[in-house]
């Protein structure tokens, strides 16, 4: 006789009644499928599941797995349970056929989960609680953006996550996308040079002065910077870049839900002004079921488990095959918790994450981690075979980003990598694009104990620099204390940012034309540091004429004050626009090359003498000033050859130029 399994009894009349049966079988899709089977299917998860119970409806065939999840401290339901989903499906999707994988997930929290007198899990209640809606089943929905605004801030979203259009909905938020506090900058950028978004006269960004159009918006090239500190003494070239008014990453951070964001940039004057039909076909918007399964891609899950260092999802994601890349270990790195990012982080690296995968800004998890002040992060990546003296596109290295994060222990591990390297390698004093070695930067936040530590490591400091990093007095060193006379100078030095008066501006613009020629190179050297972090300084310099005859100078003179004030003033969009349509690419082309032969006429064996090589340097740093703020004078720049080189050939030595002060290289 054979056992089928199914439990029923023979009527009066001979009919057989079946009402189920002795075990768990079920038929799904037309194959017979035992539940404890997918149960065994999903508890093997050990990494996210510490229980597990499935449940299959007859009438819907839907099956749904009751998870009793293993959390992690800190762990929160809104936040976490759609990335515990994505990742126990492509788990169970992994080892169980297709029919196999439950459709609906029920996740409870270890103290919910229902059990019965002896200790076991109490099914009859899980299933209650599904019927009568005590407990919401976990099936992530996909709410298409509207055609327009928000199909146009969902493009900006997945251009800056890394994402398909598909994987952004319109009540996604930008956190849980994986979004943190390096690519709300790129999103900045991206909606403040959207064409498509206008802003109505008279709003409260129109009327804010804010950055024109086209321009560079403020916002800083190395993506690193974005995780650090900001003081009142910081140059404007330097700053960390917020765009200012609606679209300013603080906004979006405080509005993390795409339709919530959209609506406020309405009620700031923001409205979309491209052919609806053309861009909702342009951004790719999926509209069938297959948007909802794009609505919790694994990429989508992978970002957002590193950048919020969920180490349980990140393990379970590895397992089920996931490729360790180095965007994930940047987002790791980003994390706030320093050691849920070392977590994460140690998980990447032992499943063969790159360490020195580089995004398109050339930022490296190195530079993240120590942007972050994670000592324990930066030294794991550097373990792992992260190359120390590798730079941003600011050109800063680790030591630069330890030093400005404030925290000694990662300036400490910084300095020990850099020290074994020269300086155009990355070394103890080299140079940023603001000509600022970490000393220099440690000496702008008065950080002796940073000083100190690069004092140990080998760094060449300058004499203030050295006095700050170490004070004798009395056969007793002091570390961190001033002596009397670095006091005076401290106190001496010029305050960044101040206001000057349009006839001031004015007077010296006049001085660039006279015939003493002292009296000329003064009022450049004026103009310089006036328009230095001071963007009303700039406009009332440009306003006054001061560019052209600053031109003047540097063709007749190879003036390196004028140069130095050139290079400030093109922070100004306008100006940087006007120096380029008059020659200044032209004219400080020339300086770098007139002086780098310079070399060669005085017996240099290749290396510029001191005069020749400020003249350089200061050309170049101008050069790259006229590129940021002006599309036409980064093509022009782009067509040029071999000039960047002679800029670099010209620091090629380990030398730096004595005592001269690091912030004020021309």
Not at 254 to 277: E, K, S
Not at 576 to 584: H, R, T, V
């Amino acid at each position: 006789m054979y056992m089928t399994g199914d439990v029923g009894w023979i009527e009066t009349h001979g009919h057989l009644r079946l009402v189920g049966r002795a075990d768990r079988q079920v038929k799904i899709r037309g194959v017979r499928t035992e539940l404890d089977e997918i149960e065994t299917h999903v508890a093997s998860c050990v990494d996210l599941v510490e229980d597990a119970a499935v449940d299959h409806d007859a009438d819907t065939h839907a099956v749904t797995a009751h998870v009793r999840i293993r959390g992690f401290d800190g762990y929160t339901p809104e936040i976490h349970e759609w990335i515990y989903a994505r990742a126990l499906e492509q788990h169970v999707r992994r080892i169980a056929p297709v029919h196999a994988a439950p459709t609906r997930y029920a996740f409870y929290e270890r103290e919910r989960w229902p059990l019965t007198s002896s200790g076991k899990t109490d099914r009859v209640e899980l299933t209650r609680r599904l019927a009568d809606g005590t407990h919401a089943v976990f099936r992530p929905r996909r709410v298409v953006p509207e055609v327009g605004l928000e199909a146009s801030l969902a493009a900006a979203w997945a251009a800056s996550l890394g994402l398909s259009v598909a994987d952004v909905g319109a009540t996604d938020s930008f956190d849980a996308l994986g979004g943190n506090s390096l690519n709300v900058l790129d999103v900045s950028r991206r909606l403040a040079n959207d064409p498509r978004l206008s802003r109505i006269p008279g709003s409260t960004e129109a009327s804010s002065g804010g950055p024109p159009r086209g321009s560079d918006a403020g916002i800083v090239d190395g993506e690193a910077a974005a995780l650090l500190r900001r003081d009142d003494d910081e140059p404007a070239a330097c700053a960390a870049g917020i765009v200012e008014g609606p679209f300013a990453p603080c906004e979006i951070l405080a509005r993390p839900a795409l339709r919530d964001y959209a609506a406020y940039l309405i009620t700031q004057g923001v409205r979309f002004i491209g052919d609806d039909a053309n861009d909702a076909k342009g951004t790719d918007v999926c509209i069938d079921g297959s948007a909802e399964e794009g609505g919790d891609s694994l990429e989508r899950c992978a970002l957002a488990a590193c950048g919020l260092g969920v180490v349980p999802v990140i393990r379970s994601l590895l397992k089920s095959g996931t490729t360790p890349r180095g965007s994930y270990l940047r987002a790791a790195a980003a994390s706030v918790d320093p050691t849920r990012a070392y977590g994460a982080v140690a998980a990447l690296l032992n499943a063969g994450a790159d360490p020195n995968d580089t995004s398109e800004k050339g930022t490296r998890a190195t530079h993240i981690a120590a942007a972050r002040g994670n000592a324990a992060v930066l030294e794991a990546l550097l373990d792992a075979g992260a190359f120390a003296g590798a730079k941003d596109f600011d050109k800063q290295t680790i030591l630069h980003l330890a030093v400005r994060s404030g925290d000694v222990a990662t300036t400490r591990v910084a300095a020990h990598a850099c020290a074994c390297l020269r300086t155009r390698e990355g070394g103890l004093e080299s140079w940023d694009r603001w000509k600022r070695t970490a000393g220099a930067w440690a000496l702008r936040f008065g950080d002796a104990e940073s000083l100190s530590v690069l004092r140990d490591a080998g760094a060449k400091l300058t004499g203030l620099e050295r006095d700050v990093s170490e004070y004798t007095h009395g056969g007793v060193t002091h570390h961190g204390k001033l002596s009397e006379r670095s006091e005076v100078q401290m106190r001496s030095r010029p305050a960044r940012k101040r206001g000057a008066s349009a006839e001031v501006i004015e007077a010296l613009t006049r001085r660039l034309d006279g015939r003493d020629e002292a009296a000329a190179t003064e009022a450049a050297s004026a103009l310089r540091e006036l328009v230095c972090a001071n963007a009303e300084n700039r406009r009332a310099s440009r306003d006054a004429g001061a560019v052209p005859k600053l031109l003047r100078r540097i063709r007749a003179f190879t003036c390196v004050e004028s140069i130095g004030a050139l290079r400030n003033i093109a922070n100004d969009p306008v100006a940087s626009n006007e120096a380029g349509e008059l020659g200044a690419v032209d004219a400080l082309v020339d300086v770098i090359r007139t002086n780098a032969a310079a070399s060669v006429s005085l017996g240099g064996g290749g290396r510029v003498d001191g005069d020749a090589r400020r003249a350089v340097f200061a050309a170049g740093s101008a050069l790259r000033s006229l590129t940021l703020k002006d599309a036409a004078n980064a093509e022009r720049v782009s067509r040029l050859e071999g000039v960047f080189d002679l800029v670099e050939a010209a620091g090629d030595d380990d030398t730096t130029w004595g005592d001269a002060d690091p912030e004020d290289p021309d």
